[in-house]
């Protein structure tokens, strides 16, 4: 099996898996969140849900860019892009973008071959091969959080 095709198993799994190697699947974990229990803010300082969920989908935007040979540093709206409306058919949107960054992500490694592993990334000193890891660890990550903020109590 080659290296891209790995990556791409990879990057399906920690999405679309109900057991992936780390757990269940960002899908799963976000099954049965709601509006409210997305902008929900535990914690003084902590992120909602929501903003994790606004965080991956941009940040894949931004490595997709990247990809296509775009020097990219951070998402237009930054690092932390804020929500604005928190009605249930905004939350239910941006629930829809998640899927359709990170499906085109997948298609976007899936049209790259073993050479492109090694070149640099643009306006960066590492390779596509390092960046595609990290966006794996970047998804799983904040994904735990994700989990872990749906079960605080109310």
Known sequence: MSKITNIVEELQ?????????????????????DSSTAARQPYPDYRS?????????????????????????????????QV?????????EALRFLDRMHNR???TVSE?????LAGIVPGKDYTI????????RHHVYHSGQIALLKRVPL
């Not at 990219?72 to 709206?77: F, N, Q, R, T, V």
């Not at 091969?129 to 990290?134: N, T, V």
């Open 112 to 116: 790259l071959n073993e050479e492109h």
């Open 49 to 81: 849900i929501w903003e994790l969920v606004l965080h991956i989908s941009k940040w894949e935007e931004v490595f997709c860019l990247r990809l296509e040979g775009h020097e990219i540093h951070e998402p237009a709206e930054g690092d932390w892009p």
């Open 129 to 136: 091969r390092f960046m595609l890891h990290g966006i794996v």
């Open 105 to 107: 992500l997948i298609a």
């Open 84 to 92: 604005s409306d928190k009605s249930e058919p905004a939350w239910q």
């Open 13 to 33: 799994k920690i999405h679309y898996s109900p057991s992936a190697w780390h757990g269940p699947g960002l899908t799963k974990i976000l099954t049965g969140v």
